[in-house]
T-cell receptor
Framework: DTGVSQNPRHKITKRGQNVTFRCDPI?????LYWYRQTLGQGPEFLTY????????KSRLLSDRFSAERPKGSFSTLEIQRTEQGDSAMYLC????????????????FGPGTRLTVL | QQPVQSPQAVILREGEDAVINCSSS?????VHWYRQKHGEAPVFLMI?????EQKGHEKISASFNEKKQQSSLYLTASQLSYSGTYFC??????????FGAGTTVTVRA
């Protein structure tokens, strides 16, 4: 168990550019989540996958954001035409699975990707 | 709907105790507690399930009142390493977590 990994750890980009982040979950985990965290706030849900299927996407997520999890392994989060308001820490988490409220839904977070849009 | 945490901040001396509260307006399936240090990712502490089952990874205790949709995290005999921001994440049966604004804990020698 090597934990959740994310790359890159930091990304600085200019407004209008596209960026892509990668998340590698814990190997046996079926669910993968993306959250966004801004300074002084708790993480905010963006989207999640059960294996390769994207099951929910936050209504707060604009069409500029897209996520994939091909083959149910790693996931990518792409932001197109970045805006300064996209600056945040993007966190990925994974969980083993099971029914809602069950003991296998602990979510373990990766180190995050800090995005700065200039 | 985000859960509400209280207090916003607490300062302790080593060895003192503290309680952090988390309440929700929705019926909860589970409550997850995390600690986050500055610039790092949230670290899982424990999960509390309906029916009273608990799973934790550190020597920190918590309770879950299902009737009131409230959870409390108990920091006893605090150590310097307990410093950080504590978040509760609540699950309402849809797998995703809603997080409170956090409680900043500072433990001083």
């Amino acid at each position: 168990d090597t934990g959740v990994s994310q790359n890159p750890r930091h990304k600085i980009t200019k407004r209008g550019q596209n960026v892509t982040f990668r998340c590698d979950p814990i190997s046996e985990h079926n669910r993968l989540y993306w959250y966004r965290q801004t300074l002084g706030q708790g993480p905010e849900f963006l989207t999640y996958f059960q294996n390769e299927a994207q099951l929910e996407k936050s209504r707060l997520l604009s069409d500029r954001f897209s996520a994939e999890r091909p083959k149910g392994s790693f996931s990518t989060l792409e932001i197109q035409r970045t805006e300064q308001g996209d600056s945040a820490m993007y966190l990925c988490a994974s969980s083993l699975g099971g029914p809602p409220g069950g003991p296998y839904n602990e979510q373990f977070f990766g180190p995050g990707t800090r995005l700065t849009v200039l | 709907q985000q859960p509400v945490q209280s207090p916003q901040a607490v300062i302790l001396r080593e060895g003192e105790d503290a309680v952090i509260n988390c309440s929700s307006s929705k019926a909860l399936y589970s409550v997850h507690w995390y600690r986050q240090k500055h610039g790092e990712a949230p670290v899982f502490l424990m999960i509390l399930l309906k029916g009273g089952e608990q799973k934790g990874h550190e020597k920190i205790s918590a309770s879950f009142n299902e009737k009131k949709q409230q959870s409390s995290l108990y920091l006893t005999a605090s150590q310097l390493s307990y410093s950080g921001t504590y978040f509760c994440g609540t699950e309402i049966g849809d797998y995703k977590l809603s997080f409170g604004a956090g409680t900043t804990v500072t433990v001083r020698a």
